[in-house]
């Protein structure tokens, strides 16, 4: 069996949630399949030492201009020059113009869900927007063309089924994602000094993965963090990544505390692998997003024995089980009497960190690998006995 997977972003240098979704995905395919025949089909970028080829795996590199055309018109030529006998598409969207056999992972549907689009109109990036526009133009077609199509969580395939019409129709799965095993509990000093040198990390803080996606709550989390400074007096700072200084002023404006820009630490973009030492060292994870998938950075922080406060919305009860504290992300109050428990409890917060590990340990890419590997057997199976 000839297999090709899309992984058009995995060599750019700042990946994100999709992009490690797909690079774990082909890891472990490499680890548990010597069988079949991958084809990896990647956009050249600066980051192509990220992903190697073994007997059965060959990276392609395809030029083709932008994310449409090099989907639409680049990907489905290269896989049927190369003879695939199912393409695999991981990030939300596929071609449409092909008649090879699509499995497409469709993490999410926010994009086309009302609510979301109404905050999406006042504050998204015109980069989001774009994406957004594309997705929802696309999403649609390739929902109908794919043989498969997975998501990443129950609450997710309800809400796909529900909006497709899909339920119970078998074409629509649900297949979790894992958490990467350098994500564990750090010890060693030189490396958790190095992490905190790189990134200029304060004694006290929290971590918060906010961006200007408007389901990240970036706006309510500092409002909460704001009135918890403000209640204890206390000497904790807020550790964020890859955030921009002018979209972080704006949002301090509208919550009346610009002076909190001196609480916040900014990092600009982490590595993936320097992750771990900075969940390490932080007192809680705030995860209050309005509305997830999946969630993999609970899990991360959670490997890393650290207390996390996540939402009682979408997939995020449903992900983090009993080991998280949740709150309601519309109330930033919530988010602050959380913090404020949290800190004052220590057996509160030593049973959450004992329970995010044993939580943890439930998710894992190698057994994500072996149900998608499943999948491509079931699809090739058919095709063969037509």
Known sequence: MKIGIEGQRLFRKKKHGMDMVALELIKNLQIIDKKNQYYIFVKPDEDNDVLQETANFKVITLEGGSYPTWEQIALPKAAKQYGCDILHCTSNTAPFFTDIPLITILHDIIYMESSYLQILKSSASTYQKFGNIYRKLVVPRVVKKSKKVITVSHFEKNRIGEFFGMKGNGKLDAIYNGVSEHFKPVTDKKELKRVKDTYNLPDKYFFFLGNTD?????????????????????????????????????????????????????????INTDLPAIYAQCDIFLYPSLRESFGIPMLEAMSCNVPVITSNTSSMPEVSGDAAHIIDPFKPEEITAAIVKILKDDVYKKALCNKGLARSKQFSWHNMAKEYLKQYELIHSEKSTK
């Open 214 to 270: 408007p389901k990240k709550n970036t706006k309510g989390t500092l409002k909460a963090f704001s009135d918890f400074l403000k209640q204890t007096g206390s000497d904790h700072k807020l550790v964020m990544l890859d955030y921009d200084k002018v979209e972080l002023h704006k949002l301090l404006v509208e919550i009346n505390d610009t002076n909190l820009i001196h609480k916040i630490v900014l990092t600009g973009y982490v």
